[in-house]
């Protein structure tokens, strides 16, 4: 009978202690500081297909190596300027995953 008489006192006791440790902080505690997620502007950058060279091809849109890059300005000298990004597709190698990977890329002018 007398350990649960002291049972229940240590009980009561720990759980006054944890509750009055998580009250409030002590005066001069410092308090942790968080940091803010930092989101960047992100300048996205566009790519005349009308204009760009096979390097500038290359190397601004996913996907498009020296080959792709090469039948795109390949396919702009034989037929003329594009009218349509989606006229990308008529290009060989370029299929519909590259063309919607870099269409926020690509402008026509």
Do not use: C, W
């Amino acid at each position: 009978m007398r350990t649960a008489f002291l049972s229940s006192i240590f009980f009561a006791l720990m759980v006054g202690v944890s509750s009055v440790a998580h009250a409030a902080p002590a005066a001069g505690a410092v308090e942790p500081v968080v940091a803010a997620p930092v989101v960047l502007d992100a300048k996205v950058v566009t790519i005349n297909i009308n204009t760009a060279d096979e390097a500038t091809l290359q190397r601004e849109l996913s996907g498009v190596g020296a080959v792709k890059a090469k039948a795109i300005v390949a396919y702009r000298e034989a037929n003329g300027d594009f009218t349509s990004v989606d006229e990308l597709l008529e290009v060989k190698g370029i299929g519909k995953v590259i063309l919607e990977r870099n269409r926020d890329k690509i402008v026509i002018s």
